[in-house]
């Protein structure tokens, strides 16, 4: 059967590689994504509004927190998380980013180093969209250096007393429980914070030009006493928090892909429609090259980030592998969004179509989770074995 130019975008037919479930899941984010997010996602961006009511209905598909086992999650498998980041980013990077900050950022933590009590109270909440987290790390003066964070947690007798300020950090403002990583006398631990603390306020960032879909925010810690019991019992050290980032930024592997493709095909379907100069605009031999480069390009990130999905199920992956799919794969799809508003002229700057909202929302993704900058001197040092951080 001959492909469709869209159906090209998938090349090499990496897709084959999936089981029947992951091929579902991926089936069943696409749809969701077409109906109920893309009609809505251009009035939310302008709005810097994330669309609440959608919750329930991304719970429902189990996407929260759908890599763990247990305790109400989906236990799907890592390339079927992968696939369903991919599907959601091809609707908007805020989207994606919801799904990974509760699952990944916050919902991982507390499977990975929480206690039994800890799971069991909070994760099937958290399965369910009932209780929203938020991962606090970056703090306004330390971002890509988190080890040299200034938030500080203190012992006073069975509770621990937090004072601090942690900056642009996904869903604060609307989320019930904070992830809070910080500094004590015996090194880095994390706790599990309720939002309505006292002592703790948060405040959503208002100016953002990017990620404008997803709220983003700052919050305050005060004297904020928690209890020994809400302290991740096995999280002892910085690797504990940036584990949780390893699984974050494997998502934004694949997510990258579907931002790329979804641009590549939008520029595509619109310069075969639009003639100019009496023919479509695809059939001029500039942007023939244009698409055969942006469609190389996606194939060899959608290479890489399936890549790592079977690296992650054969419990192969490592930090260094995770870094050159995210520095990649971000790269690909700025540079294919950025082409691909230029390929659809003046419309291509309006919310009408997507490039230039998933050219605006890369510039958060490349800079989050470590940026280009810091996964490449993660490959340097993995290359070289001489850390160059400093
Ligand atoms: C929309 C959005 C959502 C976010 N969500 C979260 C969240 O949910 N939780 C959270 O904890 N954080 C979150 N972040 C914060 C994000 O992780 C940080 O912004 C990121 O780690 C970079 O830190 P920074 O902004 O302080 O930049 P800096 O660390 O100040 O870096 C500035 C520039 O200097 C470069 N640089 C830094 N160190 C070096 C070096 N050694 N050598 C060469 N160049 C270097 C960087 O690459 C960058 O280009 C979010 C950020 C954004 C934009």
């Not at 209905?57 to 989906?74: E, N, P, S, V």
């Not at 499977?111 to 800890?118: C, H, L, N, V």
């Not at 290359?383 to 951080?389: E, L």
């Amino acid at each position: 059967m001959s492909q469709t130019p869209a159906s090209l975008s998938d090349f090499y037919e990496m897709d084959e590689v999936l089981s029947d479930e992951e091929t579902m899941i991926r089936d069943t984010v696409a749809t969701f994504v077409a109906k109920e997010w893309d009609p809505i996602v251009g009035d939310h961006f302008e709005a810097g509004t994330f669309p609440m009511e959608l919750i329930p209905t991304i719970a429902d598909m189990g996407l929260l927190g759908m890599h763990l086992d247990g305790y109400g999650c989906a236990g799907a498998s890592a390339m079927a998380y992968g696939v369903a980041c991919r599907e959601l980013e091809a609707g908007d990077s805020g989207l994606r980013s919801f799904v990974s900050v509760q699952g990944s950022l916050c919902m991982f933590p507390i499977w990975r180093y929480g206690s039994t009590e800890q799971k069991e109270h909070w994760l099937p909440r958290m399965a369910a969209g009932e209780v929203i987290g938020c991962f606090g790390l970056t703090e306004p003066d330390h971002g890509s250096d988190p080890a040299s964070m200034t938030t500080r947690a203190v012992r006073r007798g069975d509770s621990w007393i937090l004072n601090g300020a942690k900056r642009w950090i996904t869903n604060a403002g609307l989320a019930d429980l904070a992830i809070v990583w910080a500094n004590t006398d015996d090194g880095f631990r994390g706790f599990l914070v309720p939002t309505d603390s006292p002592g703790f306020e948060a405040r959503k960032i208002q100016n953002k030009l990017s990620l404008r879909a997803s709220v983003t925010g700052e919050f305050y810690m005060d004297d904020v006493e928690v209890p020994e019991s809400m302290r991740l019992p096995d999280a002892l050290s910085i690797g504990a928090p940036l584990s949780c980032l390893s699984e974050a930024r494997f998502g934004i592997a694949f997510g990258a892909v579907g931002v790329a493709r979804c641009c590549y095909e939008q520029a595509l379907s619109y310069q075969l429609e639009r003639p100019q100069f009496g023919k479509p605009l695809a059939g001029f031999q500039i942007s023939q090259i244009k698409f055969a480069d942006m469609l190389t390009d996606i194939t060899n990130a959608n290479l890489q980030a399936m890549r790592l999905g079977q690296l992650k199920e054969q419990h192969r992956l490592r930090p260094h592998h995770i870094s050159m799919a995210k520095r990649h794969n971000c790269r690909v799809a700025i540079d294919t969004a950025r082409t691909a508003r230029a390929m659809m002229g003046a419309n291509g700057v309006s919310t009408e179509y997507a490039p230039m909202r998933h050219a605006a929302n890369m510039e958060s993704v490349m800079t989050y989770e470590g940026t280009e900058e810091i996964h490449g001197l993660i490959l340097g040092q993995q290359i070289t074995n001489i850390p160059a951080f400093r």
